[in-house]
């Protein structure tokens, strides 16, 4: 594809409920990020994928929070018993590799726990 | 750690010029720029390496001063479609991924 592609675009649910986001990175590149952007805030980085390598994690704000990426490629950042809190535009990005390669954004999923 | 941004917001006219600082407690090997529009995705503008040099990008260009370990991007003669909250993003030397500034909004008036 042309761009970063993330599904839903749109996502309620309830409280307590678990939530899957996906994103399909641009074909080729090896690093994959997600973060988090609260209503009129910056982005909070939650987790990266570079290759083959172990994910850093260290951005993950709770054990409610993981992501996989298979084959290289498609991740999927699970939510675990949502809270109110957990509402925000979920943001996938992906790039060549090293920290010093432009990123290229996705839409987003906007996450609204009700 | 996040780097700091400056001003928090900014409005001005059509053709007038701004400047937006992004500064860091840690040793920098990289800073990117990116811009965001109201209810889109963030969008790359630029990086800048390590050795203090500057890069332009239409009528936008930024400086990095390693030793001072601050960016800062500037806007000529600014047009309508620069409109948008701009973020710096530092790269530490030991780091993989990047941490994002807070953000600078900015508004151009016609």
């Known amino acids: 594809g042309a761009g970063v592609s993330q599904s839903p675009s749109n996502k309620v649910t309830e409280k307590g409920k678990d939530v899957e986001l996906r994103c399909d990175p641009i074909?080729?590149?090896?690093?994959l990020y997600w973060y988090r952007q609260s209503l009129g805030q910056g982005l909070e980085f939650l987790i990266y994928?570079?290759?083959?390598?172990?994910?850093?994690k260290s951005g993950l704000p709770s054990d409610r929070f993981s992501a996989e990426r298979t084959g290289g490629s498609v991740s999927t950042l699970t939510i675990q018993r949502t809270q109110q809190e957990d509402s925000a535009v979920y943001l996938c990005?992906?790039?060549?590799?090293?920290?010093?390669?432009?990123?290229?954004f996705g839409d987003g999923t906007r996450l609204s726990i009700l | 750690q996040q780097p700091v941004q400056s001003p928090q917001a900014v409005i001005l006219r059509e053709g007038e010029d701004a400047v937006i600082n992004c500064s860091s407690s840690?040793?920098?090997?990289?800073v990117h720029w990116y811009r965001q529009k109201h209810g889109e995705a963030p969008v790359f503008l630029m990086i800048l390496l390590k050795g203090g040099e500057q890069k332009g990008h239409e009528k936008i260009s930024a400086s990095f001063n390693e030793k001072k370990q601050q960016s800062s991007l500037y806007l000529t003669a600014s047009q309508l479609s620069y409109s948008g909250t701009y973020f710096c993003g530092t790269v530490p030397g030991s780091a993989r991924q990047l941490t994002f500034g807070s953000g600078t909004q900015l508004t151009v008036l016609p």
């Open positions: 994928f570079q290759g083959n390598s172990a994910p850093d």
């Open positions: 074909s080729g590149h090896t690093a």
């Open positions: 990005a992906s790039s060549l590799g090293t920290a010093n390669q432009p990123q290229h």
């Open positions: 840690k040793a920098l090997y990289s």
